[in-house]
């Protein structure tokens, strides 16, 4: 296969702009090839595209040989699809450039990147401000950072209706002089959008650094880090359409360079010798030993197949799902809904709720008896849903793909539920 062939089948932004919704399901397989039906639970991976299978085939057969290392053709080949996959990103997320994009294994790997890699910038005392929303990949890390450190961890608080509180948020910078703050831009829980711009803005005030986690965000709603001016912004390629085992931390330039490399290998040198060795420059200094390239490359391909869509539009299908969903949902006897959209506020991607007479599980197993998947359970988001009062809450959870006649069946599946479950 010739190079530029081998490039265009990486490449995937088509003209047509795509239309969210059942119509695009064609171009997943796993509509037609695989088990298909109401896959709702994208939020915690997303069924991925032709172009992006088809990518990934492509590299490890037309392309597969070790990046940034052989002198033959092959190899270089390789190695600058890989460099443009890291380009795409940085123009997808308004990066002012590749180099501030470290690959990663996923988001919860960058925030360990991160936690690690600061570690001699905190001191102990020190505080770092987390919200009561996050994802255990946001809370965790942190924790183990500071018991390393003798740090301490605080949580913004959350409204009933699983908001940021603001003015905790407010008093909390004010009283605690965090150093960080890492706050996520959608939970993944309830669907709440944070104000994130103004928490970045109220933190930088306050003389903290901010982490966002766009795990959710990324896809669902978009970011421009440098508009939005965070210091590190971490996403998983997997919940955009992407393969796993790939993401992406980017940092501000000044950020990267006070890291510490957290692995030591090939790759990530500038020199080795039996005294010590130098390290490379950002980014490479932090992705030591071969990298998943052909994944790194096919998240390229997601990025392209993302940005085929209108994105105002792709949020405004998400948008109506949800709504139609929480209409559905507030017509059915005995559930209750958690969430913003609980008091009719904002929710993206992402509905939430209980049963009265019907475990979450339970509901999740008879749900996948008329081919529903949903997720069931805490959603890695212990305390957000202990602040709410709940210990699990079924999750519906949507993507480009989904369409109102997943929420029927989601109805049906509720009905048949509390038949069986009737007291
Ligand atoms: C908001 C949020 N943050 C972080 C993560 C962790 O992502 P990953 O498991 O891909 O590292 C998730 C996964 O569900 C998430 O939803």
């Known amino acids: 296969m010739e190079r530029r062939n081998v490039v265009a089948a990486t490449d995937n932004a088509t003209k047509d702009r795509l239309v969210p919704g059942e119509g695009i399901r064609a171009l997943f397989p796993f509509f037609s090839e695989g088990p298909g039906g109401c896959y709702l639970d994208s939020a915690a991976t997303t069924q991925k595209p032709a172009v992006v299978l088809d990518s990934l085939r492509h590299v490890l057969v037309h392309a597969n040989a070790n990046v940034h290392r052989g002198a033959y053709r092959l190899s270089a080949l390789a190695s600058e699809l890989y460099d443009d996959a890291r380009q795409k990103v940085a123009r997808m997320i308004g990066a002012p450039s590749e180099c501030t994009i470290v690959f990663v294994r996923g988001a919860t790997d960058a925030i360990n990147l991160v ?32 018991k390393r450190r003798g740090l301490h961890i605080a949580f913004t608080d959350i409204t009933d209706d699983g908001r940021l509180n603001m003015d905790d948020f407010r008093q909390k910078l004010a009283a605690l002089k965090p150093k960080l703050v890492a706050v996520t831009q959608l939970a993944n829980s309830l669907g709440t959008v944070t104000p994130i711009e103004e928490v ?3 933190a930088h005030k306050a003389g903290a650094q901010v982490l966002v986690d766009g795990a959710q965000g990324v896809a669902h709603l978009g970011v421009d880090v440098q508009r939005l001016g965070c210091d590190y912004y ?23 360079e006070k890291l510490e490399p957290v692995q030591g290998g090939g790759d990530m040198i500038s020199y080795v010798s039996t005294d010590g060795s130098g390290w490379a420059e950002v980014p490479q200094r932090f992705e030591a030993g071969t990298p998943a390239f052909p994944e790194a490359i096919a998240l390229g391909t997601a990025v392209d197949f993302l940005s085929s869509f209108d994105r105002k539009s792709l949020i405004a299908h998400e948008r109506e799902l949800v709504h139609a969903a929480c209409e559905m949902l507030r017509g059915e006897t005995g559930v209750t809904l958690h969430g913003p959209a609980s008091a009719g506020g904002e929710q993206v991607a992402v509905v939430s709720f209980s049963i009265d007479t019907v475990h979450p599980h339970d509901f999740a197993t008879i749900a996948d008896t008329h081919n529903v998947q949903v997720r069931a359970g805490n959603h890695c988001a212990m305390p957000t849903l202990r602040r709410l009062g709940v210990q699990a809450t079924v999750r519906l959870s949507f993507g480009a793909y989904s369409c109102a006649k997943d929420l029927g069946a989601v109805r049906d599946a509720i009905r048949e539920a509390r038949k069986l479950f009737s007291r």
């Not at 996050?134 to 500071?146: D, R």
């Open 115 to 146: 936690a690690r890699g600061a570690e001699h910038l905190f001191s102990p005392g020190d505080t770092i401000l987390l919200s009561l929303l996050e994802h255990h990949s946001n809370i965790v890390p942190w924790q183990m950072l500071a």
């Open 200 to 202: 970045v803005a109220l």
């Open 234 to 256: 971490v996403f998983s390629g997997h919940k955009m359409y992407g393969p796993t085992g790939i993401g992406v931390l980017y940092g501000r330039p000044e950020r990267l």
